[in-house]
């Protein structure tokens, strides 16, 4: 089992860096190694209970009670939208040239009904056909961020499902991303115990700082350490 490094740690709660094309836990699929396993055999050594969910190209935040009690009150306080705030970066193709709070309802699971889903978009930076955008979700639909943007014709570098064969191919071959461009960056939230507002954040990967670099001439720590959310 490969090391997943520790963002926060306290008594009762876990936060880990999740690396790019691995699953938190099993479902449908039938990984051999997820984080949970991870999590549970190498650094807790007990059972522990994950908080929310990342897809599986994505990297970055992601959290785990180390006892149920603990679950059911984290999973209510990510649900409190006034002290909750999940910021992800991505990597588009397409010009956005000024904020977009998106409404617009996506389905709830694969083939299910729509239900309502809000995502607030933040340009960081431009260069040619490419933006790199800070987006918060208000609300944690199934692979919400990629569908919104896809419908905002932004399709995300690397995605394989919702983006453009073309441009995932274009950045395999010029700049060797082999991997979806979404990184869950930063999780801020109230802790349900102690009521500390708690800011966790996971850098991003090398992969992802070195297309940063290459395509807008910057040392990435300059865009997204730009505190520029609304409010």
Known sequence: MEAIPVLYRDPR?????????????RG???DPITVADIVRDKIV????????RLDRGTSGVVGFALDSEMAAKMQGALKEIQNTEKEYVALVRGPMKEPVDLDYPVPNKAGGERVPAQTLFLPLASTGRWTLVKAY?????YHQIRRHLKHLSLPVVG???YGKGEVN?????????TRLFLHAHRLTFKHPVSGELISIKAPLDQDLKRVIREL?????EQ???????PG
Request: net charge positive.
């Open 137 to 141: 979700p208000c609300t944690g639909r």
């Open 169 to 177: 191919r274009l950045f395999r071959q010029d700049y060797s991303l």
């Open 223 to 229: 865009l997204l350490d730009i505190t520029c959310r």
């Open 45 to 52: 050594g007990a059972q522990v209970f994950a908080l929310h």
């Open 13 to 25: 709660l876990l936060f880990v860096d999740k690396p790019t094309g691995m699953i938190i836990h």
């Open 159 to 161: 995605d394989t499902k």
């Open 28 to 30: 449908y699929d039938r």
């Open 216 to 220: 807008f001439k910057v040392e990435p």
